[in-house]
Every structure is written in C-alpha cells, then in structure tokens.
C-alpha cells in the first residue's frame, strides 16, 4: 500500500508522452482540457495531432537506441522539462521509451498509463498476444499508476473486453484499442479531480475509485 502527499494547485497541468499514431492522444485532447504539453521521443503522428489541437509539442527526441543508451541521463533531461513546463501529472499514450526512476520519484502516483490486459495477467509489450496463446475468453485494459517497474503500481480502473470466436491479435487489440480511447481520459480526468480534491492531504493512490457507471450513463446520454 502506497501513500503520497498531495500537493496540488486549482489547476493542473497535464503532459502526455506519445511515440506513435496519437490515436489515444486525439481521445485525450477531445477528453480533457488541462494538456500542457504533449512531449515525444520520435519523430512520430503524435506531433501532428498535437499541433493540429493547437497543443505545444516538445521534442524530447531519444537519439541513441542502442545497449549503451543513458537511460537516467535522457529521463533526468525529461524531467528538468516536465518541470520547466509546470506539469503536475503525466499520461503515458504509447510512449516507446522505457525511463528510469527520477520520473517516478520527482512525479510519485502521478504517472497514468494504460495496458491490453487485465493486469496483473499479462506485462509486458506482448499482452494480447499472451492472452490468446493462453486461450482466456475474456481480457480488456488496465489504466494503472505507473511505476519504475513496467505494468506495475496501483490499479486505478479496469474494463473487460470479451475474446471472439476467430479473434487474432490484430482484431483484439483493436477492440481493447477502441474501449482504452473511450475510457483511458475519462480515468485520467477523473484521477486529476480526485488529487485536486484531496490537495495537501495525504492520502493512498488505492483511494482512487472510477465509478464506471457513469461512464455508462455518459455514453448513453
């Protein structure tokens, strides 16, 4: 059980790191009204979505993909600029860099991601296609607390998707896809409300409840 101390001003800004087609990004946009900042590590359609939604777009651009990558000199770079910008929390959407630990400790329960898979079943890049090799009948998406270990942290909602007759993993994943981009901002609206609300008190990220019925009834609307 993790507690951290809240801190937080009427406003908070939110940064999202993106490194791919930003399709999770353009649900983002559309969903949540405090983006700071989208920051990517690649040249990557991201950057276009962002500029298109009048976002800024920071190039945090990673040039070294080899084994002798610095890790913590690139994330400590990351960090100096999500802090230059005046980010309070941080939405991961598809980001392909692993960083290191100084972004967990400088932003503590304040890294959202989400995952294909009912987590704690299937880590890793690979989840839908461990969950059909496996043969469950039912998987979905997990949007966690992101931590230093990937896939890991305290569970903030989770959404089943149900496994076809026929599935492969392209089909799959893009029906967990479709059920993250709905639901991937409304979590992330809903967890900045809770810290704004619970701002200077010390409280426990397992706190955090997303009522999913009104998710329900706001699709129904």
Known sequence: ????????????????????????LESI?????N?????????????DVAQEAGVKVVRHI???FGSDFDRKGYTDGLVETLRDLGVDIVAMAGFGTI?????????????????????PSFPGWH????????????????????????DEGPILAQF????????????????IKSVERSVYPRVIESYTSFLKRFRNAEVKAEDFWFDADLLEKEERI
């Open 1 to 24: 059980m993790l507690w951290f101390l809240f801190k937080y001003p009427v406003v908070v800004n939110l940064a999202v790191l993106a490194s791919g087609s930003g399709t999770v």
């Open 29 to 33: 946009l559309k969903y949540c009204q």
């Open 35 to 47: 983006v700071e900042a989208v920051v990517i590590d690649r040249p990557c359609r991201a950057a």
């Open 62 to 64: 990673r040039e070294d």
């Open 99 to 119: 960083l290191s630990g100084s972004l967990y400790v400088d932003y503590e329960a304040k890294v959202l991601n989400t995952h294909p898979s009912l987590l």
């Open 127 to 150: 989840a839908v296609r461990a969950a059909l090799e496996y043969g469950v009948k039912v998987t979905g998406c997990t949007v966690h607390v992101a931590t230093e270990v990937v």
């Open 160 to 175: 089943a998707v149900p496994v076809l007759q026929g599935d492969d993993e392209a089909k799959l994943h893009e029906r």
